[in-house]
T-cell receptor
């Protein structure tokens, strides 16, 4: 298996623009997690899905952030409009049985909002 | 609520020396505990995990951790550091150890530097 795939690896955009981050989980994994990593706040869980259904989005910072999982092999995290404080590395992870199971992380998307 | 505290944001050791990275947790239920490692410009990968079986857990690359309930600790050790161990290490606790639902709460991370 290729592991968790994220695209793009790097994104540079200007404030106010829409940003879409993409994730393909490992085939057969029922859980998908979106994290954000910054120097100030460390690694934060934004939202996670079970069988394509959002279970907990309490970590989503505000309404500018939205996430979808239209099928078992694809998820998006969208920021609209983007702000400089959204600059961070965004990770997607998947697991077979939820957070008590091993999570497999993608390589991350480094987002810079100017 | 679950929480994790990693003592020391930076640890520096010499090659061949003992590595000790400290982690204390807070949990209202029996916890699931994890150590992940992050190499530069990469995602996190699992080193080892405790799931209420043996209290001494062995992981990859010669690392191990011991669950001590009385001390609410899950410290990570390796007898002899290698240059390739230089990375950032994260301790994490599961929000709900009894079901498949729940969140992983991560500590702030410890950057390990290994000197020749």
């Amino acid at each position: 298996d290729a592991g968790v795939i994220q695209s793009p690896r790097h994104e540079v955009t200007e404030m106010g623009q829409e940003v879409t981050l993409r994730c393909k989980p490992i085939s057969g994994h029922d859980y998908l997690f979106w994290y954000r990593q910054t120097m100030m706040r460390g690694l934060e869980l934004l939202i996670y899905f079970n069988n394509n259904v959002p279970i907990d989005d309490s970590g989503m910072p505000e309404d500018r952030f939205s996430a979808k999982m239209p099928n078992a092999s694809f998820s998006t995290l969208k920021i609209q409009p983007s702000e400089p404080r959204d600059s961070a590395v965004y990770f997607c992870a998947s697991s077979l049985r939820g957070s008590t199971d091993t999570q497999y992380f993608g390589p991350g998307t480094r987002l810079t909002v100017l | 609520a679950q929480s994790v505290t990693q003592l020391g944001s930076h640890v520096s050791v010499s090659e061949g020396a003992l590595v000790l990275l400290r982690c204390n947790y807070s949990s209202s239920v029996p916890p699931y505990l994890f150590w992940y490692v992050q190499y530069p410009n990469q995602g996190l990968q699992l080193l080892l995990k405790y799931t209420s079986a043996a209290t001494l857990v062995k992981g990859i690359n010669g690392f191990e951790a011991e669950f001590k309930k009385s001390e609410t600790s899950f410290h990570l050790t390796k007898p002899s550091a290698h240059m390739s161990d230089a990375a950032e290490y994260f301790c994490a606790v599961s929000d709900d150890g009894g079901t498949s639902y729940g969140k992983l709460t991560f500590g702030q991370g410890t950057i390990l530097t290994v000197h020749p």
